[in-house]
């Protein structure tokens, strides 16, 4: 995106035909922003954009991951109607700590959270209230 300039660069992970992931993609997104142009809203904003792009490719749902440190990240995806599907330990094949995983639901379905899509990514159950 630009804004008087660069300032955030976005990413689509996929595979045509799955919503599944390869080992090696944490999640279906990816995106980050300059440091001077932080907070001012640009990572909500490019998320909520490439949405519709991800649902045109046929993709039931996206998964977003941000480190659990990560509290700008975690609002952005939050902004963006992701739900908290749990924390997990990074793989080892990347730097080590702790991650958040998010889904957000892209078609209606019946159940539109695993809807004709196998994953083999962890997650926790909710708990009820």
Wanted: charged share 20%; aromatic share 8%; net charge positive.
């Amino acid at each position: 995106m630009w804004d008087g300039g660069f300032c955030d660069s976005i990413n689509l992970r996929w595979q045509p035909g799955t919503a599944a992931l390869p080992w090696y993609c944490l999640g279906h997104v990816g995106y980050a922003v300059v440091p001077w142009k932080q907070r001012l809203g640009h990572a909500t904003q490019a998320l909520a954009q490439l949405l519709p792009r991800a649902r045109a490719q046929g993709l039931p749902w996206i998964e977003i991951t941000a480190d659990a440190g990560n509290l700008a990240s975690q609002k952005v995806i939050l902004a963006n109607g992701g739900v908290l599907l749990g924390e997990m330990d990074k793989p080892a094949a990347f730097q080590p700590g702790r991650l958040r995983r998010y889904r957000i639901v892209l078609q209606c379905s019946a159940d539109s959270s695993t809807a004709g899509v196998e994953s083999s990514r962890p997650t926790m159950a909710r708990a009820k209230k």
